[in-house]
């Protein structure tokens, strides 16, 4: 029943929210107390777009919801919308922009407008599919470690350590120049790197909350530690969870983008915003046009998921809507 | 300099102040109408329970309200209305004629500053001295607030004060500018009972020497009582009554502030018999809820009449400088919140249910110079050194101290929250596992725990059903269906409707989140619940509440108590017996009435005659205790005491660990005191 709900809101949703709506859900669906659990799916789901409606009331929120709703519909619809077919060669090489091609053609004459359209979808789903995972690892590792504490803590974290202080990128490329290059691969790449900063994160949030008295109680009840961390401390995380979710995602898409620029993304012809400003490099002088449709594309991203969390977590401190002054 | 027609010592007048807050979460309104005086060398006091605008008041007399807000009604400052006062001229009168002290001294001042200059800026800034004289003048003022070696105290970061010190150093601050009104707010919340009693005698001082009026806001009735001349009690963002403080303590004219007064626990009288307190039922009118026309009071009040709902009582003239927002002042009377009943704890002579021997807690280890080797240089903290006590069945034992006396640690090793390092403890004459983790179902079922803040002892993501219902299953048994039955009928006991089961914590005041604790506590079978200060983070009308439930709760099932706080006149309400705790260390321990009456150990005297009283007249013992809770990381090698003890014999107490004497009416009772219990017994009477 909680999934219908989901599934009825039409427009779809920023993923990373996605993410952790879905993750409430399947939290409370094992309660088993269907109408609580339904009434608590829909306020869940409430409380997300009311987060949007929070965010569209800071000037933050209301470039950058726009920005991420017109990457999502890019993202899911770019191949229909897209005038040309990525890979069709259309014109002549590198022609500069015009009312036919709205941001010029490349160096083999295919349309970027097009290109950068039909790349969207597989960049999004890349960073959002490893943010998600590099959260799910960080915060099993993370919170696991926190509350055993003590030496296990110690280890871990120490571990942990190590993983960071390799640059993210080179660790990348050290991972999948072994495994191979591709979308799965990736995938796990960025989840594995982003595994040791959100864990840090999710240890600290997990170390507080860990004495709080309603942990004490529940360790007084005999409950078994999963439970405690899963079902007591992770309901207590999700605002934290939420703000590591976006900036994680971010960081992703960069990422993500970044391996493409080096050749390890998704391989050609199928279009990549990175490996496209890679590969414009040559003509950068004599067309700069090829560079800007697909940084134009990566900036936006970035900075309208960057301004859609500044927004929300600004609006939380406005007055409620409607009240006289 | 006052203008015609103006009382020559009237300082300040409040007129129908009233302030509404904007905030994410809707409007409040935490003022609504509060009209008051204060006069030169006088302290108001400005008493209410949390929420009712009192630290709000004092603010908007500052100017320092946070956030969107909208003042309205008249201020007047030496008969002038500050509205039309401009900018600079306000600024002026804040800056130095108005002086505040703050709840947290610690806040107050800055971390990285020498505490001198400090006070030395505000000189220089107000009042341009120049730094030789500022210097002067400091060492004047820590003089005047009682702080020990005014000279060189300047010289010291915040961090190295005790609480106390602090707080003087802020009411010296306060005091820079020879201020005509200082404003108080909750200065001595914070702090221990025995440096509260310092304070406040220092607040009482100052009230002669200085010529300034001070409006001192506090929750606590017998803070106020202490320093007050005149009080005026706020309900609902409303000043409900005002009288001089004799005459409200003694005749209060408000089914409130009777009530206020009725939750209070009193010492007992000379014959030793003690009246069971009574709560307020019902909740305070939310700030959030618009102003109406009726009394804000009535659906709590035993007076209530249909007048009351249809029409907003005015402020009374009740007699004598006394005014009352009721129309039905003159029934207020003694009793109006139930009967005064004899209160006589259950004393049943039962065998001992929790026998603790030796129980140790050290927190840390020794730490070397680099790492694992080298000389030993940091010693662990001695939180508990050796305490025994008895817990028997159906009773109650309270433990009072200070903080940093050990009280938590106790309820936590009992708990097995935290592993004890050594001591024997016994249930039923079953041994207890250090750890909760370890322990059979059976163990964990028998011993139950209520914590101090109940917001945190409920999880704010999960409805109130929670706990009691996993509770009933992980302890009990039952099944799913039975134990939300079940939960039902337990918050029904604790006086909730059920249909709360289904909130969230956060839709609860704080009264109804500790009684959900309750409930999740009665679950099960406990046959021992730890209250580990279990009612002071209350308000005092609920706190009577809580403490009822406890005790019916007691009568019905049998189950005992250890009660933990650090309030002592709770604690002598509640307890068959009482630990008094010092430094990790038992000072005194056995039957409540022989602890604390004559002979009795000089800490114990000392909490005693530093614990404040709801009653003007209460004669203010002398006892004061100099200095602060020592750092537990010394081994002492003679009384724990010793450092703080305002009878300290000799170097004996230097040097030999205290015997413990049996006190004179009964064996249970003891004494860790060199001092021999007839010579006490003679020094205290």
Same mark, same amino acid.
């Given at each position: 029943?909680?999934n219908q709900?989901?599934?009825e809101?039409?427009?779809?949703?920023?993923?990373?929210?996605?993410?952790?709506?879905?993750?409430?859900?399947?939290?409370?669906? %094992?309660? $088993?107390?269907?109408?609580?659990?339904?009434?608590?799916?829909?306020?869940?789901?409430?409380?997300?777009?009311?987060?949007?409606?929070l965010a569209?009331?800071?000037?933050?929120?209301?470039?950058?919801?726009?920005?991420?709703?017109?990457?999502?519909i890019?993202?899911?619809?770019?191949?229909?919308?897209?005038?040309?077919?990525?890979?069709? @060669?259309?014109?002549?090489?590198?022609?500069?922009?015009?009312?036919?091609?709205?941001?010029?053609?490349?160096?083999?004459?295919?349309?970027?407008?097009?290109?950068?359209?039909?790349?969207?979808?597989?960049?999004?789903?890349?960073?959002?599919?490893?943010?998600?995972? $590099?959260?799910?690892?960080?915060?099993?590792v993370?919170?696991?470690?926190?509350?055993?504490?003590? %030496?296990t803590?110690?280890?871990?974290?120490?571990?942990?350590?190590?993983l960071?202080?390799?640059?993210?990128?080179?660790? *990348?490329?050290?991972?999948?120049?072994?495994?191979?290059?591709?979308?799965?691969n990736?995938?796990?790449?960025?989840?594995?790197?982003?595994t040791?900063?959100?864990?840090?994160?999710?240890?600290?949030?997990t170390?507080?909350?860990?004495?709080?008295?309603?942990?004490?109680?529940?360790?007084?009840?005999?409950?078994?530690?999963?439970y405690?961390?899963?079902?007591?401390?992770?309901?207590?995380?999700?605002?934290?969870?939420?703000?590591?979710?976006?900036?994680?995602?971010?960081?992703?898409?960069?990422?993500?983008s970044?391996?493409?620029?080096?050749?390890?993304?998704?391989?050609?012809?199928?279009?990549?915003?990175?490996?496209?400003?890679?590969?414009?490099?040559?003509?950068?002088?004599?067309?700069?046009?090829?560079?800007?449709?697909?940084?134009?594309?990566?900036? =936006?991203?970035?900075?309208?998921?960057?301004?859609?969390?500044?927004?929300?977590?600004?609006?939380?401190?406005?007055?409620?809507?409607?009240t006289?002054? | 300099?006052?203008?015609?027609?103006?009382? =020559?010592?009237?300082?300040?007048?409040?007129?129908?102040?009233a302030?509404?807050?904007?905030?994410?979460?809707?409007?409040?309104?935490?003022?609504?109408?509060?009209s008051?005086?204060?006069?030169?060398?006088?302290?108001?006091?400005?008493?209410?329970?949390?929420?009712?605008?009192k630290?709000?008041?004092a603010?908007?007399?500052m100017?320092?309200?946070?956030?969107?807000?909208?003042?309205?009604?008249?201020?007047?400052?030496?008969?002038?209305?500050?509205?039309d006062?401009?900018?600079?001229?306000?600024?002026?009168?804040?800056?130095?004629?108005?002086?505040?002290?703050?709840?947290?001294?610690?806040?107050?001042?800055?971390?990285s500053?020498?505490?001198?200059?400090?006070?030395?800026?505000?000189?220089?800034?107000?009042?341009?001295?120049?730094?030789?004289?500022?210097?002067?003048? =400091?060492?004047?003022?820590?003089?005047?607030?009682?702080?020990?070696?005014?000279?060189?105290?300047?010289?010291?970061?915040?961090?190295?004060?005790?609480?106390?010190?602090?707080?003087?150093?802020?009411?010296?601050?306060?005091?820079?500018?020879?201020?005509?009104?200082?404003?108080?707010?909750?200065?001595?919340?914070?702090?221990?009972? =025995?440096?509260?009693?310092t304070?406040?005698?220092?607040?009482?001082d100052?009230?002669?020497?200085?010529?300034a009026?001070?409006?001192?806001?506090?929750?606590?009735?017998?803070?106020i009582?202490?320093?007050?001349?005149?009080?005026?009690?706020?309900?609902?963002?409303?000043?409900?009554?005002?009288?001089?403080a004799?005459?409200l303590?003694?005749?209060?004219r408000?089914?409130?502030?009777?009530?206020?007064?009725?939750?209070?626990?009193?010492?007992?009288?000379?014959?030793?018999?003690?009246t069971?307190?009574?709560?307020?039922? $019902?909740?305070?009118?939310?700030?959030?809820?618009?102003?109406?026309?009726?009394?804000?009071?009535?659906?709590?009040?035993?007076?209530?009449?249909?007048?009351?709902?249809?029409?907003?009582?005015?402020m009374?003239?009740?007699?004598?400088?006394?005014?009352?927002?009721c129309?039905?002042w003159?029934?207020?009377?003694?009793?109006?919140?139930?009967?005064e009943?004899?209160?006589?704890?259950?004393?049943?002579?039962?065998?001992?249910?929790?026998c603790?021997?030796?129980l140790?807690?050290?927190?840390?280890?020794?730490?070397?110079?680099?790492l @694992?080797?080298?000389?030993?240089?940091?010693?662990?903290?001695?939180?508990?050194?050796?305490?025994?006590?008895?817990?028997?069945?159906?009773?109650?034992? $309270?433990?009072?101290?200070?903080?940093?006396?050990?009280?938590?640690?106790?309820?936590r090793?009992?708990?097995?929250?935290?592993?004890?390092?050594?001591?024997?403890?016994?249930?039923?004459?079953?041994?207890?596992?250090?750890?909760?983790?370890?322990?059979?179902?059976?163990?964990?079922?028998?011993?139950?725990?209520?914590?101090?803040n109940?917001?945190? !002892?409920?999880?704010?993501?999960?409805?109130?059903?929670?706990?009691i219902?996993?509770?009933?299953?992980?302890?009990?048994?039952?099944?799913?269906?039975?134990s939300?039955?079940r939960? *039902?009928?337990?918050?029904?006991a604790?006086?909730?409707?059920?249909?709360?089961?289904?909130?969230?914590?956060?839709?609860?005041?704080?009264?109804?989140?500790?009684?959900?604790?309750?409930?999740?506590?009665?679950?099960g079978?406990?046959?021992?619940?730890?209250?580990?200060?279990?009612?002071?983070?209350?308000?005092?009308?609920?706190?009577?509440?809580?403490?009822?439930l406890?005790?019916?709760?007691?009568?019905?099932?049998?189950? !005992?108590?250890?009660?933990?706080?650090?309030?002592?006149?709770?604690?002598?309400?509640?307890?068959?017996?009482?630990?008094?705790?010092?430094?990790?260390?038992? *000072?005194?321990?056995?039957?409540?009435?022989?602890?604390?009456?004559?002979?009795?150990?000089?800490?114990?005297?000392?909490?005693?005659?530093?614990?404040?009283?709801?009653?003007?007249?209460?004669?203010?013992?002398?006892?004061?205790?100099?200095?602060?809770?020592?750092?537990l990381?010394?081994?002492?090698?003679?009384?724990f005491?010793?450092?703080?003890?305002?009878?300290?014999?000799?170097?004996?107490?230097?040097?030999?660990?205290?015997?413990?004497?049996?006190?004179?009416?009964?064996?249970?009772?003891?004494?860790?005191?060199?001092?021999?219990?007839?010579?006490?017994?003679?020094?205290?009477?």
């Open positions: 029943m909680a709900d989901r599934l809101l039409g427009p779809p949703q920023p993923a990373d929210s996605g993410v952790m709506a879905s993750q409430a859900v399947t939290g409370t669906a %094992r309660t $088993g107390l269907l109408r609580t659990t339904n009434a608590r799916a829909t306020a869940a789901l409430g409380s997300l777009l009311g987060q949007f409606r569209l009331r800071t000037p933050a929120g209301r470039i950058g919801l726009p920005l991420v709703l017109l990457h999502l890019i993202a899911l619809a770019g191949p229909w919308l897209a005038p040309y077919a990525p890979t069709a @060669f259309v014109g002549s090489q590198l022609e500069p922009p015009s009312w036919q091609f709205l941001m010029g053609t490349d160096q083999f004459g295919r349309d970027i407008l097009s290109r950068v359209m039909s790349g969207a979808g597989s960049i999004i789903a890349v960073s959002v599919a490893g943010a998600a995972l $590099g959260i799910a690892l960080g915060t099993l993370g919170m696991a470690s926190g509350y055993k504490g003590g %030496r803590d110690e280890v871990v974290m120490r571990v942990m350590d190590g960071m202080s390799f640059p993210s990128l080179l660790m *990348a490329l050290l991972v999948l120049t072994s495994l191979g290059a591709n979308a799965a990736i995938v796990l790449t960025i989840g594995v790197v982003f040791a900063p959100v864990s840090r994160v999710m240890r600290s949030i170390l507080s909350l860990k004495t709080q008295e309603f942990v004490q109680s529940a360790r007084m009840r005999g409950e078994p530690v999963p405690i961390i899963f079902r007591e401390i992770l309901p207590n995380t999700l605002p934290v969870l939420a703000v590591e979710g976006s900036v994680r995602l971010s960081y992703a898409i960069l990422l993500a970044s391996l493409g620029f080096l050749g390890l993304g998704v391989q050609p012809p199928s279009p990549d915003w990175g490996l496209m400003i890679s590969e414009s490099r040559r003509f950068i002088v004599v067309a700069p046009w090829v560079a800007l449709a697909p940084a134009v594309a990566v900036a =936006t991203l970035i900075v309208g998921v960057n301004l859609l969390t500044d927004g929300i977590r600004q609006a939380r401190t406005l007055p409620r809507e409607g006289q002054v | 300099m006052t203008e015609a027609g103006q009382d =020559t010592n009237s300082l300040v007048q409040v007129k129908q102040l302030v509404t807050f904007y905030t994410p979460t809707g409007t409040v309104r935490a003022v609504r109408d509060a008051f005086e204060i006069m030169r060398s006088e302290v108001l006091g400005l008493v209410g329970e949390s929420g009712c605008g630290s709000t008041v603010f908007a007399i100017g320092y309200l946070p956030g969107m807000h909208q003042v309205e009604g008249d201020i007047y400052y030496e008969g002038k209305d500050i509205n006062l401009s900018a600079s001229e306000l600024r002026k009168l804040r800056g130095n004629r108005i002086a505040m002290v703050y709840q947290d001294p610690a806040t107050c001042l800055n971390p500053m020498r505490v001198g200059p400090q006070v030395e800026e505000t000189l220089k800034m107000n009042l341009g001295l120049d730094p030789a004289r500022a210097h002067e003048r =400091t060492v004047e003022l820590f003089e005047s607030v009682g702080l020990a070696d005014p000279e060189n105290i300047g010289k010291r970061y915040p961090h190295q004060l005790s609480g106390g010190m602090q707080q003087r150093i802020v009411i010296a601050m306060a005091l820079a500018c020879d201020p005509d009104l200082l404003i108080m707010d909750e200065p001595t919340t914070g702090l221990d009972v =025995t440096t509260e009693a304070i406040l005698d220092l607040v009482v100052l009230k002669k020497r200085v010529r009026g001070i409006l001192f806001v506090s929750h606590n009735l017998g803070v009582a202490r320093v007050a001349d005149r009080v005026a009690v706020m309900y609902a963002g409303q000043v409900i009554e005002q009288a001089p004799r005459e303590f003694r005749n209060p408000h089914p409130y502030t009777a009530g206020l007064l009725s939750c209070v626990p009193q010492p007992p009288s000379a014959e030793g018999t003690v069971k307190l009574t709560g307020i039922p $019902g909740v305070v009118y939310e700030a959030s809820k618009v102003d109406i026309d009726a009394c804000l009071f009535a659906p709590r009040c035993p007076l209530a009449a249909d007048r009351c709902t249809a029409q907003a009582p005015g009374e003239d009740a007699g004598d400088r006394h005014e009352s927002r129309f039905f003159r029934d207020v009377r003694k009793g109006l919140w139930g009967k009943v004899p209160w006589e704890p259950v004393s049943r002579d039962t065998e001992s249910l929790l603790a021997r030796g140790r807690k050290f927190y840390g280890r020794w730490q070397r110079k680099y @694992f080797f080298g000389p030993r240089v940091r010693p662990p903290v001695r939180a508990l050194v050796d305490v025994d006590f008895d817990v028997r069945s159906g009773r109650t034992l $309270g433990v009072v101290g200070e903080s940093g006396s050990g009280k938590t640690t106790i309820a090793t009992v708990a097995g929250l935290i592993p004890r390092n050594r001591g024997e403890l016994r249930l039923h004459g079953e041994e207890l596992a250090p750890e909760v983790e370890d322990r059979s179902r059976k163990h964990r079922d028998a011993l139950r725990m209520v914590f101090q109940p917001t945190a !002892s409920l999880n704010p993501q999960l409805p109130v059903s929670h706990a219902v996993r509770s009933l299953r992980k302890l009990v048994g039952l099944g799913r269906a039975e939300r039955k939960a *039902a009928e337990l918050l029904q604790v006086g909730l409707d059920p249909g709360y089961l289904g909130r969230l914590p956060g839709e609860l005041s704080g009264g109804e989140q500790q009684r959900v604790a309750l409930a999740n506590a009665f679950a079978n406990a046959d021992l619940i730890l209250a580990d200060e279990a009612v002071s983070s209350l308000d005092v009308s609920v706190q009577a509440q809580v403490l009822d406890l005790d019916k709760h007691q009568k019905e099932q049998g189950t !005992s108590y250890i009660f933990i706080s650090h309030d002592l006149g709770v604690v002598r309400y509640v307890s068959d017996d009482i630990l008094v705790l010092y430094a990790g260390h038992v *000072a005194e321990s056995g039957p409540a009435g022989s602890v604390l009456k004559p002979p009795m150990h000089p800490y114990t005297e000392a909490l005693l005659s530093a614990a404040p009283v709801p009653d003007p007249d209460a004669r203010p013992s002398s006892i004061r205790l100099p200095g602060a809770v020592p750092t990381r010394e081994r002492f090698q003679g009384c005491f010793a450092g703080r003890c305002p009878r300290k014999i000799g170097a004996i107490c230097d040097r030999t660990p205290p015997p413990g004497h049996t006190g004179s009416d009964s064996d249970d009772h003891v004494i860790y005191c060199h001092i021999p219990v007839d010579e006490l017994l003679r020094l205290q009477e």
